[in-house]
């Protein structure tokens, strides 16, 4: 039985390791359904050695993104952007400005047309290199969970200290830094909420400019900021840009008065270039009527009352924060705290059982069937222990007689115990399932009374919180329900078993209860032991899977740092440091594992030496010796796998890819209808279905037009065959109604409907 039982659950691992693997092994080697062109095979492959201390030129490029085939980004794109000078890039949004950016930096190439730095063209470059020598300033800009040293490192990774306070002090970044409490050392937390979005911009920058670029794209670095902040910045970009290739894009024309060269785009193409001075001379120019546009919208005098209101409103808001947190008046404290305490009083494991009261009944069911499950172990045991001495019968028809019936029990206690544990495994499965649901849906609703402060802790990041979710919730769940079955399972047979030895010879059962006791106390060891295990590693692995999180959110920033193997370097180091941690503690662990599963053993030997000393005195036979046997078999590998039978809570899949086209349709009808609502609108519900698919649908909407006669329906239709049997039916033709009737009062007219009918019957 133990074996077997072994040899289930290795394969039940198995199963469930190859699926792992499969998903991500099916990552690593690339998937071949992604229609994107491949930039280069290798970004460490050998390239022509960087230079781009020259021109940037465009010439007569074309792109179109590969989601948005219909609308061309760039067309016929022609520019240039001078070594050492700085050129600006202005025009709606969707003109095609931060396209060019993305091409220069490679993460798309045009569909035609060649952009070169100093006459070599940047496909004969390498991609790394080439990301490493530009550098770039975002709108919104996009900092790791990590320190303000580390993310400033990130622009180079062999930076000195030095160096980096020497870039923070361009950015006008180092004052703000050292009056923090632990100054680079401090951690901004996930997308830099600890910081202003002026002091993100400063960092940003910083990081920046401590890899020396030679070429610096600013994106509408200072739009999201206010004024005081957009003021700072722009000094510290003005200082960054001097004796460096910049390319600006902005919307603000005043921040790009003094650049040396401005093109304004329209749909991809430039429309007009030239200098601030230039362009403004020109009357019809678009340049000047939008820097008109703007010197009408904003005044000196309009920005100061902007700046004074944003001073009070930011400090009302400070009162507001100060204030709300003394909303709660003495007494209310005492009565929170005195809820707290007593609600913290009660044990764990009682928490979450009264979390599972609702379905008390069907646990009642469970333990129940556990009970039966264990009497009957022991009734097991001792047809077992008479089918061996009854092979021990001289006579052969006795023998053979005794045998057939003893089977032929076993059989029906087979049976017996295949429906104890059916019903066992569906009641603990079910209520386990409710508990899940309910644990997520309460530690959802706690994250979402929780003040912003509590998300902008190191352990709260997304990623953590999002393992605590999915993971922690089920691991609570197999606690309670998967646990508490094997526990009542367990000691169900180990009560039934100790009986049974009690009735047959107290001084073999008393040895049993003694070995069995240290057995429980192994068991208790070796829990507190993982737990502690787990408790350490929780943090280090909480870290690896936030900085996953993160990196996958901020691809692009990644990317255009080029820090792909410092972020693995970092991750690889997490889980290191939590090997290393784990390393002694699974040593102690896999001791006490191996003591664990190797003392049964030893209790067998001794409970058949014993016995047999106690047959030689003829205080017990060998009968009985087989039942004490038996039943220690059962009690120590009892370990039971359990089938969720899902049902209603089977997973959808992404898009409801797991179901079929017609039972999407299907449960999206559900859907609506536990809303109830007057007006039913049905467009080309079964345009996508095939025939079959099609005619359970439309059984389904005629059922429903049965039973809900005081509702609406409004049908969308091209397979008329749909709408026969509708009230009414409206025939349009380029947004113009030509005709309305009954289908039976169409198909008499013999006109539009009529005519469409005709040819869907000839298709």
Not at 287 to 297: F, L, M, N, P
Not at 341 to 362: A, D, G, Q, T, Y
Not at 607 to 628: P, S
Not at 750 to 757: C, D, L
Request: charged share 20%; glycine share 6%; net charge neutral.
């Amino acid at each position: 039985m133990h074996r077997y039982e072994t040899e289930l659950r290795k394969i039940h691992w198995n199963s469930i390791l190859k699926g792992a693997a499969f998903g991500l092994l099916t990552g690593w080697n690339g998937e071949t359904d992604i229609n994107e062109p491949e930039i280069f095979e290798d970004s460490n492959k050998k390239g022509q050695t960087i230079d781009i201390n020259g021109d940037i030129h465009f010439h007569d490029v074309n792109f179109t993104y590969p989601n948005r085939s219909e609308v061309s980004a760039l067309r016929n794109l022609t520019l240039v952007a001078r070594a050492g000078e700085t050129t600006a890039l202005v025009g709606p949004s969707g003109c095609g400005k931060s396209t060019c950016i993305s091409l220069l930096l490679r993460f798309y190439e045009p569909a035609s047309g060649q952009i070169t730095i100093n006459g070599h063209s940047i496909d004969t470059f390498n991609v790394k290199q080439l990301r490493q020598n530009i550098a770039v300033v975002s709108q919104e800009p996009i900092l790791l969970s990590t320190s303000i040293y580390e993310n400033i490192r990130y622009g180079k990774e062999n930076a000195t200290k030095a160096e980096i306070e020497e870039a923070a002090r361009q950015a006008n970044a180092h004052d703000f830094i050292i009056r923090l409490l632990d100054k680079y050392e401090t951690r901004i937390g996930e997308n830099g909420t600890q910081l202003s979005g002026g002091e993100k911009q400063r960092l940003a920058l910083a990081r920046a400019l401590v890899k020396q670029p030679t070429v610096l794209l600013l994106d509408e670095a200072t739009s999201a900021l206010d004024y005081a902040n957009e003021k700072i910045v722009q000094q510290s970009l003005d200082q960054a840009c001097k004796g460096r290739t910049t390319i600006v894009i902005t919307h603000d024309l005043k921040t790009i008065r003094n650049a040396h060269r401005i093109y304004v785009l329209t749909n991809g193409h430039v429309i007009e270039q030239g200098q601030h001075e230039k362009l403004m001379a020109d009357e019809r120019s678009i340049y000047r009527e939008t820097v008109k546009i703007q010197q009408a919208e904003t005044t000196e005098d309009d920005t100061d009352t902007i700046m004074n209101q944003a001073i009070v409103e930011d400090d009302d808001k400070q009162k507001t924060i100060v204030e709300g947190s003394r909303l709660l008046s003495d007494d209310d404290k005492a009565d929170v705290d005195q809820s707290l305490s007593s609600e913290s009083r009660r044990p764990i494991f009682v928490r979450l059982i009264s979390m599972n009261s609702p379905e008390w009944k069907i646990i009642l069911i469970g333990c129940l069937a556990c009970l039966a499950s264990g009497a009957s172990q022991s009734v097991f045991a001792i047809l077992l222990s008479k089918i061996i001495d009854a092979f021990g019968e001289c006579d052969y028809v006795k023998q053979r007689r005794h045998v057939f019936v003893l089977s032929s029990l076993l059989l029906v206690i087979g049976a017996v115990i295949l429906c104890i544990h059916l019903i066992q495994f569906i009641a603990f499965a079910w209520s386990g399932s409710k508990l899940t649901q309910r644990i997520r849906i309460k530690a959802f609703e706690q994250l979402l009374c929780q003040e912003v402060a509590y998300f902008e802790r190191p352990e709260n990041s997304s990623g953590a919180i999002c393992n605590r979710l999915s993971s922690e919730a089920l691991a609570i769940q197999q606690m309670v329900t998967s646990r508490l079955s094997i526990v009542c399972d367990a000691s169900a047979t180990f009560g039934f078993g100790l009986l049974l030895g009690f009735f047959l010879n107290w001084q073999l059962a008393l040895v049993f209860f003694i070995f069995h006791l240290f057995v429980l106390i192994l068991v208790f060891i070796q829990i507190k032991w993982q737990a502690r295990i787990n408790k350490r590693s929780h943090r280090l692995i909480g870290q690896a899977s936030s900085l996953a999180v993160e990196v996958i959110h901020n691809m692009r920033t990644i990317k255009q740092l080029a820090i792909e193997k410092a972020l693995v370097k970092q991750f690889s180091q997490l889980l290191y440091d939590e090997l290393i941690t784990r390393r002694k503690d699974t040593i102690i662990s896999a001791l006490l594992n191996g003591i664990y599963w190797g003392f049964p053993s030893f209790i067998v030997a001794f409970i058949y030496w014993y016995g047999l000393k106690l047959v030689e005195h003829h205080q017990i036979n060998l009968k009985n010796m087989v039942m004490y046997y038996l039943r220690f078999r059962h009690f120590i590998f009892r370990i039971l796998s359990s089938r969720f039978n899902l049902g209603y809570e089977t997973r959808a899949g992404l898009k409801g890819g797991h179901l079929s086209g017609g039972e999407k349709q299907r449960i999206a009808i559900a859907r609506i209808l536990l809303r109830r609502p007057k007006v039913f609108l049905l467009d080309e519900i079964t345009s996508a279905m095939d025939a079959k698919n099609q005619q359970i649908v439309q059984e389904t909407l005629e059922q429903i037009q049965l039973e809900e006669s005081n509702q609406s329906f409004l049908i969308i239709a091209h397979r008329l065959s749909t709408i026969s049997s509708c009230d009414q039916i409206c025939v349009l033709d380029k947004g113009f109604l030509i005709e309305s009737g009954t289908h039976t009062e169409l198909m008499q007219r013999r006109a539009a409907y009529y005519q469409i009918v005709m040819r869907t019957d000839v298709q």
